[in-house]
């Protein structure tokens, strides 16, 4: 095969110890089918957009052939799930290699639901189509949101059916990410590997995303407080638009700080700290208000799993290690209030900031008030919509903002551009992401194209976004989602 297709790729995580990966290639499928290609992004990675549409691509996506360059590989990495230590691995994904993009990028190309490796535990390595149109959904939104996601290149069918609670219709995604290194590969190698096997994923991890601090004396200290940086800037953004992870185990920590599988996630509509959607998160462990916890004792196993690189002496290891994470809570809360401020319209900083956000916050959830219609109707002044703009507590709220944007000395033209910026018009509302998802089984793809085309803009004002906007009518059972695996 030619490679005027636009294929560049590169292998170094095959350089690495062999305990890393496994070497494999795909397990072939038999009628594989194009649903969706994401043709604006493919051009980015440098692929070309009509020859993406050949036959040919479509037998790359679903793992029939390779591009060429490819050494493919499944990666291994270990995690803590819901609390407890596991032995886990890519264990239906295939990293096909890295494409270098022609602005000098290096990412990952990896096919999801590409069949069994060497770590699939029982499982038949194989997606279905609903999970893998989801993370298409949720991760472009992200993208379009701004928040540091891993992104989707296609979606195929392959013609056989997977076995689940149900008969499904099966799928394969084509993800594409900055590396998947994660908490969970240093928790792999700590445990179950050498020293000097550390470092070289250490090092390996510095070059490809932290190459600044590479002749630091204290470089894998460094390395830490990086990805600390990076996690708490992650996590704030994602408070910050009301977006539920559903399953943050450490091997969904990413080393470069992007949001990373999306299995049970989605978006909050009534602002409630304590919502949960997943079907298996009985107790609430990542919650809504729970993220930043959970992000920081994720954090904390990375850290654990370098203490060899940290000092020779254990002691002064843990010290440094510990130093490194109280710095997390600062972080976020920083990143968080920072995000809360432009969200309001706020330019400088005040003391009474805080209060001012926690007011509104517990306001809000007292009432039970969509959390991204709230900040639009703020951004807009036109208070109508909600109960909570009737009640004299946020009347009182209300004038107090208002005198604070006054005394900024800012136009509210300035202001109120500020706040579009910052609140979003449109999220994937779950009720909509489940009705394309509805569809798109049912061989119907207007609907997920449509919703896609609102999610591309969600900062756009000028858009009559009515439908979309609209939380789900009431009912009696909570939204739940499910791993799908």
Not at 233 to 261: C, P, R, Y
Not at 435 to 462: C, I, R, T
Request: glycine share 8%; hydrophobic share 35%; with cysteine.
């Amino acid at each position: 095969m030619t490679n005027e297709q636009g294929w560049n790729l590169d292998n170094s995580y095959s350089q690495l110890p062999s305990v890393f990966y496994s070497r494999l290639k795909p397990k072939p499928v038999e009628m594989p089918q194009l649903v969706i290609l994401n043709e604006c992004f493919a051009e980015t990675l440098g692929l070309e957009r009509n020859e993406l549409k050949r036959e040919e691509i479509v037998q790359i996506f679903a793992g029939n052939q390779l591009p060429p360059g490819s050494e493919p590989i499944a990666q291994a990495y270990a995690g803590h799930q819901f609390g407890h230590f596991t032995m886990l691995g890519d264990g239906r994904a295939i990293l096909l290699g890295e494409q270098l993009t022609p602005t000098g990028d290096r990412v990952d190309i990896q096919l999801k639901g590409a069949g069994r490796t060497p770590y699939s535990r029982g499982g038949d390595g194989r997606a279905a189509l609903g999970p893998m149109l989801r993370e298409y959904i949720i991760s472009e939104a992200m993208y379009a949101l701004g928040i540091p996601t891993s992104r989707s290149l296609a979606v195929v069918k392959t013609g056989e059916m997977v076995y689940r609670e149900t008969e499904l219709d099966g799928a394969i995604l084509t993800r594409v990410a900055a590396s998947h290194i994660r908490v969970g590969t240093f928790q792999y190698i700590a445990q179950y590997g050498e020293k000097d096997e550390l470092q070289a994923l250490a090092d390996y991890t510095i070059e490809r995303h932290y190459a600044y601090i590479a002749d630091d004396h204290q470089r894998y200290l460094r390395l830490l407080e990086e990805v600390i940086k990076k996690q708490a800037s992650l996590v704030a953004k994602w408070q910050l638009v009301g977006f539920v992870h559903g399953v943050m185990n450490t091997d969904n920590v990413t080393i470069s700080g992007e949001t990373i599988d999306y299995g049970p996630c989605a978006f909050i509509d009534q602002y409630d700290p304590a919502t949960v959607f997943s079907s298996i998160d009985r107790q609430g462990r990542y919650a809504f208000g729970n993220q930043p916890y959970m992000a920081a004792w994720g954090l904390a196993r990375l850290a654990e799993s370098i203490l060899p690189l940290l000092h020779e002496n254990k002691e002064q290891a843990v010290k440094l290690a510990e130093g490194a994470i109280a710095t997390f809570s600062e972080s976020f809360q920083e990143e968080w209030l920072t995000g809360m401020r432009k969200k309001l319209g706020l330019v400088d900083q005040v003391d009474g900031d805080q209060k001012l956000v926690d007011n509104l916050l517990k306001m809000m959830e007292t009432h039970e008030a969509d959390y991204t219609n709230t900040f639009r109707a703020l951004t807009l002044d036109q208070l109508d919509d909600e109960a909570l703009f009737e009640t004299d507590s946020f009347q009182a709220w209300h004038k107090q903002w208002k005198e604070r944007l006054a005394n900024q000395g800012h136009s509210e033209d300035f202001v109120q551009e500020r706040m579009r910026k910052s609140n979003p018009v449109v999220i994937p509302r779950n009720h909509r992401v489940e009705e394309a998802l509805a569809a798109a089984v049912d061989n119907d793809y207007d609907v997920l194209k449509q919703l896609l085309d609102v999610l591309a803009n969600p900062y756009d004002y000028s858009l009559n976004l009515t439908k979309y906007g609209q939380p789900p009518a009431p009912s009696d059972r909570p939204y739940q989602t499910f791993c799908g695996t």
